[in-house]
């Protein structure tokens, strides 16, 4: 079984970190390999969906939210089985977010465990700094800059 962990402390309180990662729907944005996501069924705390992870492999997940605490997703079926948690604890104004994997790779992956287990803890890591950027409303698109083309430049009335 394959661990991987990950934390980062951000500026942000616990219940603002939660509508991050609550979002469960918005999982893709976080976590690259995951290619597309259905749900199944969702009663009170727990959902049940179907995950795609890259484009070909289909996954069963149950994933269970407790409300400002934690995130628990139990891999049940497909090429991953184990869990994922994303743990938030609250310090003052700030909240520290930890992200704990336990894995184990079946068929073909079970096989390259290592490589995936490394492709997976860089994955974590993005995904943490990723949920950060979220909470504390950090854009980082790229800034739109006003251009003038040539053309724009010229008016034929002016001669």
């Given at each position: ?103 184990k790779f079946s068929g073909m992956a079970g096989f390259m465990s290592g490589k995936i287990t490394k492709d997976i803890q860089k994955e974590t890591e993005r995904a943490v ?31």
């Amino acid at each position: 079984m394959a661990q991987i962990k990950a934390s980062i402390e951000i500026n942000a309180p616990v219940d603002k970190v939660w509508d991050v990662i609550s979002e469960i729907d918005n999982d893709p944005k976080f976590w690259s390999a995951i290619t597309s996501i259905r749900n199944i069924s969702r009663e009170n705390n727990e959902v049940k969906r179907e995950v795609i992870l890259a484009k070909v492999n289909k996954c069963l997940q149950t994933v269970t939210l407790y409300p400002n605490e934690k995130v628990h997703t139990e891999w049940t079926k497909g090429i991953i089985k184990g869990t994922k948690d994303l743990i938030l604890t609250s310090k003052n104004s700030t909240t520290h977010l930890e992200a704990v994997l336990d894995y184990k790779f079946s068929g073909m992956a079970g096989f390259m465990s290592g490589k995936i287990t490394k492709d997976i803890q860089k994955e974590t890591e993005r995904a943490v700094e990723s949920i950060k950027e979220k909470a504390e409303g950090v854009d980082k698109s790229l800034p739109m800059e006003e251009r003038t083309h040539w053309a724009d430049m010229y008016d034929e009335n002016q001669k």
